[in-house]
């Protein structure tokens, strides 16, 4: 595998810059996935990397988990809905345990929508896609990807921040919060902290 030499502070602050207005400047090729083989190779790479970096297995194969869940569904709920670029930017800083995803897809709220016409808040959106079993791929008997983030989350101590729209889904422990935010980010936008 490649040495990554790259300065990740800018390519976190890059991708959450790209999130919120898609401006090609700040998604490069290091860290952007435009289909999903590629995506799931970098997950590879991720893994491979995280084993070597933290001492417990268990741990580095709930995180790639949780981050191959989170990017799966970026593909699987936006496949020919990008809002205009398609795939997800991905990259992790092993020195300051943080990692971030984003696409540039529909959003929680459309995915959730198209299931549950009702709902009409991203905060509404957010508190279904975290905590019940509804797919947005209806009629699939699917929808647990995130709540199973959630689970594996907050037993673990991972913290993540996940932003849709003007609302984020906030967990740590056993802190569940949604709130509104100022940052609006018309896709996904997730910040794990482990």
């Known amino acids: 595998m490649i040495e990554r030499q790259i300065n990740k502070k800018n390519n976190i602050s890059d991708i959450e810059q790209w999130a919120i207005n898609g401006d090609k400047k700040y998604s ?82 459309t995915t959730i929508k198209k299931v549950r016409p009702t709902t009409n808040t991203n905060q509404k959106a957010l508190q279904t896609a975290f905590t019940e079993t509804l797919s947005g791929r209806s009629p699939e008997r699917r929808g647990n990807g995130l709540k199973f983030v959630r689970q594996v989350a907050q037993a673990n101590s991972i913290e993540i921040s996940f932003h849709s729209g003007d609302a984020l889904c906030f967990i740590n422990n056993n802190e569940f919060t949604i709130k509104l935010t100022t940052k609006k980010v018309p896709g996904t936008l997730a910040i794990i902290k482990f």
């Open 28 to 109: 490069k090729d290091e860290y952007y996935c435009p289909t999903r083989d590629i995506f799931q190779a970098r997950l590879s790479g991720f893994l491979e990397e995280l084993r070597k970096k933290l001492t417990d297995d268990n741990r580095a194969f709930l995180l790639t988990a949780i981050v191959g869940e989170i990017g799966n569904n970026s593909f699987d709920h936006n496949l020919g809905k990008w809002l205009d670029v398609p795939g997800v930017c991905f990259d992790w800083d092993p020195d300051n345990y943080l990692i971030i995803l984003a696409d540039r897809g529909q959003g929680v709220l």
